[in-house]
């Protein structure tokens, strides 16, 4: 079986049904096209524990992997407080609520007189 290299967008629709399965909450996604090289989407997520954080982050990497052949870079797993997955199109962050409050990442990314929505 061949494995087709994904666009952004079908890496970004896999990420947040991933997301969604795993009951993560607050979930934003964020258009970094035009704003940066690092990626073409940015997604925050919360998980309710270090557990269901750490939980998260590993099955989106296998479904990731799985699906498309898609090796991540994962960062922060074993603590469960802040775990960050780059897909390479498309960065992940899945926090604890305490810690997503304390760094506001979504701040950093909107436009000025921009809020950024929940999906």
Same mark, same amino acid.
């Given at each position: 079986? *061949?494995?087709?290299?994904? *666009?952004?967008?079908?890496?970004?629709?896999?990420?947040?049904?991933?997301?969604?399965?795993?009951?993560?909450?607050?979930? @934003? %996604?964020?258009?970094?096209?035009?704003?940066?090289? !690092?990626?073409?989407? !940015?997604?925050?997520?919360?998980? #309710?524990?270090? #557990? %269901?954080?750490?939980?998260?982050?590993?099955?989106?990497?296998? #479904?990731?992997?799985?699906?498309?052949?898609?090796?991540?870079?994962?960062?922060?797993?074993?603590a469960g407080?802040?775990?960050?997955?780059?897909?390479?199109?498309?960065?992940?962050? @899945?926090? #604890?609520?305490?810690?997503?409050?304390?760094? %506001?990442?979504?701040?950093?990314?909107? *436009?000025?007189?921009? *809020? @950024?929505?929940? %999906?």
């Amino acid at each position: 079986m *061949t494995m087709q290299t994904p *666009t952004s967008d079908s890496t970004l629709a896999a990420v947040l049904k991933s997301l969604d399965e795993d009951k993560a909450e607050d979930v @934003v %996604q964020i258009d970094l096209r035009g704003k940066s090289e !690092m990626g073409d989407h !940015m997604v925050i997520a919360s998980g #309710r524990s270090s #557990r %269901q954080v750490a939980s998260i982050a590993e099955k989106l990497t296998e #479904r990731l992997k799985q699906s498309f052949g898609i090796l991540s870079k994962v960062e922060g797993r074993a603590a469960g407080d802040w775990v960050l997955i780059d897909t390479g199109d498309v960065i992940v962050h @899945v926090f #604890r609520p305490e810690v997503r409050e304390f760094y %506001q990442l979504e701040k950093m990314w909107q *436009t000025p007189g921009e *809020t @950024v929505e929940a %999906q």
